[in-house]
């Protein structure tokens, strides 16, 4: 399980698509917000939830199977005991990244899809680790117990 800060910045960098399970049309629902915020940032974010067509402007598909793109992380925003069917569905697509929202804990789908070669994040926000590693939480966040003199490169936008 990838738990440390080279580990998820190395995540960040390189998962450039993004399925995010989950993904709600409401405004004020943390995965509507997290999901904005990476689309702001260059990320192609596709929504997955049965009960939407279109989320944030992007088609919404019932299920990671339904996806017709590669998808390099698949963002968990469903409830722990749901997250072992998730993972058999990442293994599925050949997703890289399993991540499992802020909250979201289950030991079983770490170790399914640890098994099957994807790297697992739990308990994490997308968003929040973005901030947090690169730049964008500034004096009002939180303290990132990162000291240096230095920023870390931004990754490029998708498509450039």
């Known amino acids: ?49 049965p009960a939407y067509k279109e989320v944030l402007g992007q088609a919404c598909y019932p299920s990671l199977r339904d996806v017709p793109q590669q998808v390099d992380m698949v963002d968990c925003f469903r409830r722990a005991e749901d997250i072992p069917a998730i993972a058999d569905e990442a293994i599925g697509i050949g997703a890289r990244v399993l991540w499992m929202q802020l909250g979201v804990i289950n030991p079983e789908a770490v170790r399914k899809a640890e098994a099957a070669g994807l790297e697992v994040v739990m308990d994490r926000c997308v968003k929040i680790e973005y901030a947090r590693l690169f730049g964008g939480l500034n004096w009002f966040g939180v303290n990132t117990g990162i000291v240096s003199s230095r920023r870390p490169p931004c990754p490029a936008p998708a498509g450039r």
Not at 16 to 29: D, E, M, P, Y
Request: charged fraction near 15%; aromatic fraction near 10%.
């Open 1 to 49: 399980m990838i738990d440390d800060v080279a580990g998820l910045r190395r995540i960040l960098m390189q998962c450039r698509t993004i399925a995010v399970v989950g993904l709600s049309a409401n405004w004020h629902r943390p995965s509507y917000f997290a999901a904005k915020y990476m689309l702001e940032h260059g990320y192609t974010v596709i929504p997955v939830n």
